[in-house]
């Protein structure tokens, strides 16, 4: 089960942090990741984190490299997603995403566990 939480409504400029915590799966052996949602559109990737034998990687959509940071604490069973500078594009149903190998994926349908999502409005 992935729970998130943290969304909200916020000015341009402003920042969030989203939280998604996990229960009933080994945490630390699943790549994670942060998807987002707008009315009528696909579900689109937004950053995620793999683990490797030599640390976790991180890699992020386009639009959001530079302003957004995902980082996971297996000691919490939680994954986050810090969000700055945010814009009012970012505006979105934010969803948390759990994958069972490793490696990197930017395809909704190569995650097995979805949470229910949490929304974030960003105003102008």
């Known amino acids: 089960q992935l729970v998130e939480s943290g969304g909200g409504l916020v000015q341009a400029g402003g920042s969030l942090r989203l939280s998604c915590a996990a229960s009933?799966?080994?945490?630390?052996?699943?790549?994670m990741g942060w998807f987002r949602q707008t009315p009528g559109k696909e579900r689109e990737f937004v950053a995620g984190?793999?683990?490797?034998?030599?640390?976790?990687?991180?890699y992020y959509a386009d639009s959001v490299k530079g302003r957004f940071t995902i980082s996971r604490d297996n000691a919490k069973n939680t994954v986050y997603l810090q969000m700055n500078s945010l814009k009012p594009e970012d505006t979105a149903v934010y969803y948390c995403?759990?994958?069972?190998?490793?490696?990197?994926?930017?395809?909704?349908?190569?995650?097995?566990?979805w949470g229910q999502g949490t929304l974030v409005t960003v105003s102008s």
């Open positions: 995403a759990a994958r069972r190998v490793s490696g990197t994926s930017y395809s909704a349908n190569d995650y097995n566990y």
């Open positions: 009933g799966l080994i945490f630390s052996s699943y790549s």
């Open positions: 984190i793999t683990w490797s034998w030599s640390g976790d990687r991180t």
